[in-house]
């Protein structure tokens, strides 16, 4: 007996055993699998692409899918200023290659006005087996001044057990965000572990000053351990109580 086509389960698209579903987005942004290989070669085009970045894409990616698409309409959310929509891209690594292929990430990043969270994965030994791991990223413009070009940074959380890794789109309130304030609330999960999106910019400035600070009063602290003389170690130690103080302060904002 032939099976009706219409009554079968619809397949989404995954990378590996990521998919939309398993990092808890709704079903209405999922891609139907059929529709979610994307070809290296439309990422190409008439790009001048370096060695290096050639090098990645062929050699570090095995398969590049599309996992999802949020819009206004499907996350009934108000639209935005900034992004008319959120993709979600699964990056799959070759087995030789183990770190966030941040050039890829930038190369089709750049291409779409669109946010995209970047769900890359790869295999890797673990307890004499090997495990399957997944790292979400995206590209962000940093704060800077007005008038000036922008420059953008790509962001990648830690790596976990695919299992693990999911995003969280609960918290927005419907009533009154829009795809904008998704995008801003994906962006602080990826890079703050933190759904609140609000004062982004701000917080990110803030996290870069203090890994700064944090690395000065380092620095600065093996500097009055090694120093000899009595004048330059207490010149260090005048440096390393102010940088200290500003870490402190800082860290309580």
Known sequence: MMTDASHMPQRFAHCGSISALTLGLPA????????????????VGHAQLSAKLRQRL????????MLALMRPANMRLAAGVRVPEILVIGLRLSPKATTVPTEVIELIAAQRRSGIVFAVVRDVPHEGSVREECTLAVRRALPGRAGHVPVHEVFADEWRPAGEVTL?????????????????SLCAQVILGSADGADLDARIVRRAQIGQLEATVDKLAR????????????EIFAKLHKARQQLEALRAQ
């Open 223 to 234: 500097d009055h351990q090694r120093a000899k003389d009595a004048d330059q170690r207490n």
């Open 168 to 184: 969280d789109t609960d918290g927005i309130d419907v009533a009154s965000a829009s795809i904008d304030d998704l995008w801003a």
């Open 58 to 65: 062929t050699n570090d990616v095995a398969g590049i899918t």
């Open 28 to 43: 209405a942004t999922a891609i139907p699998e059929e529709k979610s290989r994307l070809p290296k070669a439309m990422f």
